[in-house]
């Protein structure tokens, strides 16, 4: 039993990030959406939770990120591009989602 | 409908600046028609939906705080109130409205519904759902 | 559209719930159950003070099968059920009792 | 695997329509079900058929018709959170007495029941909003 999180707030704006990494449990996994890809970037406070966050696998939606202006070398080491395809997967690999908003 | 799933509402949003905590009671109050098994979660800037003396006068809008010890009535029964959210905004439990339920199968005993579970406990509870509106 | 009541107007909608709520009065009650064919009783009042007190505590108007609860544990069983609700309020208590308690229009929902 | 979707943000506001409109595609395109899709808080706005985006923007309200149309997706408007947002079908705009409607071809207007409804119905609801 495992659960995706979306987050789609920037982590300078809003502690929905830090929220839910406080939630996550072993096996879940964590998506970054819209504005929280800006939380996948390395070099942040959060990005070292994020790095931190045990058994929990991180990815981030990709046309977001390139929407951005961001470049995938940027982000925090392990945290996987996903396209759509790559998400609707990952909702069905899980039990549940839970959208952090 | 005889599948019997378990919805939590996550309420992670403070009353009144927007109007997320009013709608998202809307849909437990419609939701709780259903027979479903359901429980409440008060997380983040959330608690500050069940704060005591809350009193909308002087805004102009309504205070929907008293709907929530209806809830009872309407057999939602399990509202689970993060301690760490609370410390963090410098509040303990007394600061919450007595909110209680009517225990049916146990001679309709009183009983609180408000149970306070610290984060891994709020954690697995999230974890232990088949849906999960956020709010 | 609206209610007169002792030489004042009381607007209401399309459906016959008042506009402003703080417009209620016991007098407008009895206009509002007249236009609904019904004619307060003692038994009536006792539902409709019930919904009004049960809003003025939670602001909200009951479900039915939350009221009819509610009834049956301070009126006894014998109020507190479908039939005896129907039969005091015929299009059903959450329409026609909240209009006459001047509580607002149930949203419909589900 | 049937998904319910949430949309819970207004169009252009919030970038919450949007993707969700890309999962849905994505979902449909993997062969997976969307059997309705629920607009709720001002994620109502969406089923506005008076919007006029500039040419050169999406048609936000335009795409998820097609998208209904092509599928079968029930589309459907909360009738609490519409009420309160001004949009009305036919139907509401007559019993409540009011002279004009906006709602979008492809969406109709029903209860918040319809969510709890979709919520037991499918295997997987996501939501989209802000």
């Known amino acids: 039993m495992s659960t995706l999180h979306t987050v789609n707030k920037s982590p300078f704006a809003t502690t929905t990030l830090a929220s839910c990494l406080n939630h996550a449990l072993e096996g879940d996994a964590i998506l970054l959406i819209e504005d929280g890809v800006y939380g996948g970037v390395v070099g942040t406070e959060l990005a070292k939770a994020l790095a931190a966050a045990k058994g929990v696998s991180l990815y981030v939606l990709s046309g977001d990120l390139t929407a951005r202006g961001i470049d995938t070398a940027r982000l925090v080491k392990g945290m996987k591009p996903i396209d759509y395809a790559g998400f609707v997967a990952l909702a069905t690999e899980h039990d549940r989602a839970q959208a952090w908003l | 409908m005889s599948e019997i799933k378990k919805f939590l509402y996550v309420n992670r949003k403070a009353p009144y600046g927007t109007i997320y905590a009013l709608e998202s009671l809307e849909v437990v109050l419609i939701g709780a028609a259903f027979d479903q098994d359901v429980s409440l979660a008060f997380l983040d800037d959330g608690v500050f939906q069940l704060l005591k003396k809350q009193d909308t006068a002087g805004i102009g809008v309504k205070n929907f705080s008293p709907t929530f010890r209806a809830l009872g009535d309407y057999d939602v029964t399990k509202f689970y109130v993060e301690q760490e959210s609370l410390t963090e905004r410098g509040l303990t439990a007394d600061d919450l409205m007595d909110i209680t339920y009517e225990d049916e199968d146990d001679d309709y005993e009183e009983k609180p519904s408000i149970r306070v579970v610290n984060r891994d406990e709020m954690a697995a509870i999230m974890g232990d759902q088949d849906v999960v509106l956020s709010f | ?110 | 695997m049937k998904f319910g979707i949430v949309v819970s943000e207004g169009p252009y506001t919030h970038q919450a329509s949007d993707t969700a409109y890309h999962f849905v595609k994505a979902a449909l395109a993997a062969g997976h079900e969307v059997p309705r899709v629920f607009f709720y808080h001002d994620g109502v706005n969406v089923g506005t058929r008076l919007s006029i985006p500039p040419q050169d923007e999406r048609n936000i309200q335009k795409n998820w018709t097609a998208l209904g149309q092509e599928h079968g997706i029930d589309l459907v408007i909360c009738i609490a959170a519409a009420q309160r947002r001004g949009l009305l079908d036919e139907n509401e705009a007559s019993r409540q007495g009011k002279d004009a409607n906006n709602i979008a071809e492809g969406f109709r207007i029903s209860g918040l029941g319809q969510l709890i409804e979709m919520g037991i119905q499918t295997d997987r609801l996501m939501t989209f909003g802000d």
């Open chain 3, 1 to 110: 559209m609206s209610y007169q009541v002792n030489g004042t107007t009381v607007e209401h909608d399309e459906e016959g719930y008042i506009t402003t709520l703080s417009d209620w009065s016991k007098d407008l009650a009895e206009v509002i159950a007249k236009q609904e064919d019904i004619n307060m009783n003692e038994e009536h009042w006792e539902v409709v003070n019930f919904l009004r007190d049960y809003y003025e505590e939670y602001q909200i108007a009951p479900a039915v099968r939350v009221l009819i609860k509610a009834v049956k544990k301070t009126m006894g069983p014998e109020k507190g059920n479908n039939k005896y609700m129907y039969e005091l309020f015929p299009y059903g208590p959450a329409k026609q009792a909240c209009k006459i308690a001047g509580l607002p229009k149930p949203t419909g929902c589900v």
